[in-house]
């Protein structure tokens, strides 16, 4: 395992607020914490009653590349994109309206990130 620096953590705050962007996910107060994890990866806890996420990324990673940190952040953003329709599949009070709102949400939040991606850049245009 290596020590995770304070550049890498702010690495991956901005790479987590990008992609936060890209699927356009916009509506939840966000918080990071540098905080050992038992299990070594990198994780997000979703307050939906309080549209909160927090993203954390431990103390010490096995690849502290800036590659596999970015794919950390992709990785815990999308589960912050998946949280509604994850909760709602966890109620078991939940309607067949529920589900596909909760769906819809996802597909709009997909839709969005293909859209942002396949804008062309400013160094393309």
């Known amino acids: 395992m290596k020590q995770v620096s ?13 992609w936060l962007k ?10 990071f914490w540098h905080h050992p994890i038992d299990d070594g990866a990198a994780a ?3 307050d939906s009653a309080g549209r909160g996420l927090t993203f954390v990324l431990p103390k010490e990673l096995e690849d502290t590349s800036r590659q596999s940190v970015d794919h950390s952040a992709i ?4 589960h912050a994109a998946v949280a509604k329709l994850t909760a ?4 078991r009070y939940a ?3 529920d589900i596909e709102d909760a769906e819809e949400a996802l597909v ?3 839709t969005t990130l293909i859209s942002n991606l396949s ?3 400013r160094s393309q245009e």
């Open 75 to 78: 990785h815990e953003v999308a």
């Open 22 to 31: 890209q699927f356009g996910i916009t509506d939840y107060t966000v918080y």
């Open 108 to 110: 709009c939040r997909i």
């Open 88 to 91: 709602v599949a966890h109620d």
């Open 6 to 18: 304070d550049a890498t953590f702010k690495f991956y705050c901005r790479k987590c607020r990008y």
């Open 95 to 97: 309607t067949f309206k």
């Open 44 to 46: 997000v806890h979703v």
């Open 119 to 121: 804008k062309p850049s």
